[in-house]
């Protein structure tokens, strides 16, 4: 592995390639079909309230109005990882399977996940075509999105195939959105999870940010499946919103405490342009992963060593000339 511009190897395991969604929004038609369009967007600037807010805050522009075409975010994305020396990214989203995986062709630092809904039809058969044939390497899904419960017996199938790739799938629990978001739903809980993770426990299960307003879930959930990991990523503002003193230093240290650190993988959650990476949110684990008092070998594992683990990426890289 190479060394990144904080001198050990990084791969960022939790990004979003910026090009539109082509896929159904469920919440929105859901809530314009029983509510009207008005009120969406009542809802809507009020989350945009939000965005702004942290944004400014973070000291971040706001993203661009109009994105441009998806090779233009790959070239975009590969000036990133290079000028930071990443050892890889992972796009969590990205438009559509196809939409990622075609503008991740010829960049073989940047590594995408399928991410489209696991109750459309013939679910399972797009995951495996999706990883099979496109080159996707896991499975992400936001549960607080979904139309029904993530542990119905109907997506068993989909699960089933990510056992048989043997590739990680990361599920959102908790508040989606950020401020103005999603704080409520039947699958909010990590704890939703549990059944699927005992039913496949050979999938590598990620959840990411900590938890999102559910810490203390996401440690019970990993207490009791072995298999579920827990990312970093994101500007982790939930925290700010809890009803007791909490820091970043201190999910750094609870986690490492009880799970160990070859079930923690770094991400960022970074996305859209004119940011690009968000160095920021890197300085600042670095500076909670420093404050927790984590040994250096510790932290190589949260930072590259067990997403190359996860995603089969060790030594894969190396000598594919890209810097």
């Not at 929004?25 to 945009?48: C, F, I, M, P």
């Not at 950020?178 to 993770?197: C, F, K, M, Q, Y």
């Not at 060593?305 to 890289?317: F, S």
């Amino acid at each position: 592995m190479r060394d990144s511009a904080w001198g050990f190897p990084i791969i960022d395991v939790h990004c979003h390639f910026p090009v539109p969604d082509e896929y159904p929004n469920w919440l929105e038609q859901t809530y314009v079909a029983e509510h009207g369009v008005e009120k969406w967007q009542k809802v809507r600037s009020d989350w945009r309230w939000y965005q702004e807010e942290w944004w400014s805050r973070f000291g971040f522009p706001f993203p661009e109005d109009v994105e441009p075409a998806a090779d233009v975010q790959a070239r975009r994305w590969q000036e990133e990882v290079d000028a930071a020396s990443l050892e890889a990214v992972v796009f969590m989203t990205g438009g559509s399977n196809d939409t990622l995986a075609t503008a991740l062709e010829g960049h073989p630092r940047m590594l995408g996940f399928a991410h489209h809904d696991p109750f459309s039809p013939a679910a399972a058969a797009e995951l495996r075509r999706a990883v099979a044939e496109r080159g996707l390497r896991g499975y992400k899904v936001i549960a607080p999105a979904l139309p029904g419960p993530i542990d119905s017996r109907e997506l068993y199938p989909v699960w089933a195939v990510a056992e048989e790739l043997g590739i990680p799938v990361l599920v959102h629990f908790g508040t989606n959105d950020g401020g103005g978001g999603t704080a409520w739903h039947e699958n909010i809980s990590p704890l939703r999870l549990h059944d699927v993770a005992k039913a496949f426990p050979t999938v590598p299960f990620i959840v990411p940010h900590f938890g999102c307003s559910y810490p203390g879930e996401l440690l019970q959930l990993m207490w009791a499946c072995r298999n579920v990991h827990v990312d970093t990523s994101g500007n982790n503002e939930w925290i700010r919103w809890m009803p007791y003193p909490l820091s970043l230093a201190d999910l750094f240290h609870r986690f490492h405490d009880t799970v160990g650190p070859e079930r923690i993988l770094f991400g960022s959650d970074s996305a859209s342009f004119p940011r690009g990476l968000a160095r920021k949110y890197y300085e600042l684990q670095l500076e909670a992963v420093a404050e927790a008092g984590i040994p250096d070998a510790d932290r190589d594992l949260v930072f590259a060593g067990n997403a190359a683990r996860l995603l089969g990426l060790d030594g894969t890289l190396d000598g594919d000339g890209e810097g």
